[in-house]
């Protein structure tokens, strides 16, 4: 049972390392509960009218509205959280001394990082989880509050939709009504070999979605004609139920869409969409892979953090808040410009989503290079 004194945290984390631990967390906490209120109250103040306007109850505004929107902000924000947090109590343990005293006491700075990227783990796990898994239904959520109570509009039709839903099977509607989960001008036809083999129309179809499984639409005053070489076979009816592999997730695409599903989802919806040859995919893939890029932010920009703050220097940690501010507010920038990039100038996804961590990721190397000295 030695091996069981290798995965034991005492042996990793000791006195010193929880007391930065707390003071890490609980400022990042306090951080977060700071701006968001101040954010929530001007949010209050420039949605008020609105709120009255439309008669938003006032458990919707609390449970629907804000209690969804705290958790997306803070989470889309933590990058700069986790920055003050760092910058804020580093500076004031370096004001009192506390950290010459740890290097007097012969702690290398290599090890006075290790509860700092504890730290750092901890919140880049909760990031990773609650942007990848909780948030997602929260945002439907806060949508559809704004849709009904602050008239945003969302897109909820599409005309002229046509999408390849199998192989060699392509599907046209031409108008689809994402509210009543019916579309109008139906078309499915079949190839095989290059050659049409089956085409089916109908003048409308229905979404079931009080159906078991997924795919299951009902066509009303439908006719199927099947080429069997020379011939041709038409039959028709009035109802008949079909399953055809689409969605209505695949015939409206609305502002933010992409937020509104968690990270199996969005893995799930890319591969579909590219198999079908789709060009709307590029800001999912990209949402897909900024929500892994920003849960490693916490640990490059908790090193640039220790490493700017470390030292005492007169005039106190305004300095260093400005620093970090500028620094934080330069990194989310940069994640908006890189995904501008992605959408508008074919950019990889994947590339333009750790664009901002492989920058600041060489602006942390120089500062830990340079902080010890």
């Known amino acids: 049972m030695s091996w069981l004194r290798f995965i034991n945290p005492r042996r990793y984390i000791k006195i010193l390392d929880w007391y930065i631990i707390k003071k890490f967390i609980g400022t990042y906490i306090y951080s977060i509960l700071l701006i968001i209120s101040i954010s929530i109250v001007f949010d209050i103040n420039e949605n008020l009218a609105k709120f009255a306007q439309y008669h938003a109850p006032l458990k919707a505004i609390v449970f629907d509205y804000y209690m969804n929107f705290v958790p997306y902000f803070a989470n889309l924000f933590s990058p700069l959280f986790v920055f003050i947090a760092v910058i804020f109590f580093t500076s004031k343990l370096a004001g009192n001394s506390e950290i010459i005293s740890m290097l007097a006491a012969g702690v290398s700075f290599k090890r006075l990082m290790r509860p700092y990227m504890i730290s750092a783990l901890i919140i880049s796990v909760l990031t990773f989880y609650l942007g990848s898994y909780i948030i997602p239904k929260g945002t439907i959520v806060r949508q559809n509050f704004e849709t009904m109570y602050k008239n945003k509009k969302k ?103 992409q937020e509104t599903f968690t990270s199996p989802q969005l893995k799930e919806y890319i591969s579909k969409q590219i198999d079908r040859g789709s060009s709307n995919v590029v800001q999912y893939e990209v949402e897909y892979h900024k929500r892994i890029a920003t849960s490693f932010a916490s640990f490059i920009l908790t090193t640039i953090g220790l490493s700017l703050s470390s030292r005492k220097r ?33 950019t990889p996804p994947m590339l333009a989503a750790w664009i901002p961590n492989i920058i600041f990721a ?5 500062c830990y290079r340079k902080a010890p000295n």
């Open 155 to 257: 897109n909820t039709s599409a005309d002229n939709v046509q999408l390849q839903v199998g192989r060699g099977v392509i599907a046209y509607i031409q108008h689809y009504d994402n509210e009543l989960k019916k579309g109008y001008g139906f078309c499915l036809d079949k190839f095989e070999n290059k050659k049409l083999v089956s085409h089916l129309t109908a003048s409308e179809i229905q979404y079931d979605t009080i159906s078991d499984s997924k795919y299951h639409w009902k066509l009303t005053n439908w006719r199927l004609r099947k080429l069997q070489g020379m011939r041709e076979k038409i039959t028709n009816g009035m109802q008949r139920d079909s399953v055809i592999m689409m969605e209505p997730t695949d015939l409206v695409f609305s502002k933010g869409q």
């Open 314 to 346: 007169k005039g106190g940690m305004g300095m260093y808040l400005g620093i970090g501010l500028a620094l934080s507010f330069g990194y989310i920038m940069l994640q908006t410009v890189s995904a501008t990039f992605a959408i508008q100038a074919d």
């Open 362 to 366: 060489v602006v942390a190397y120089f």
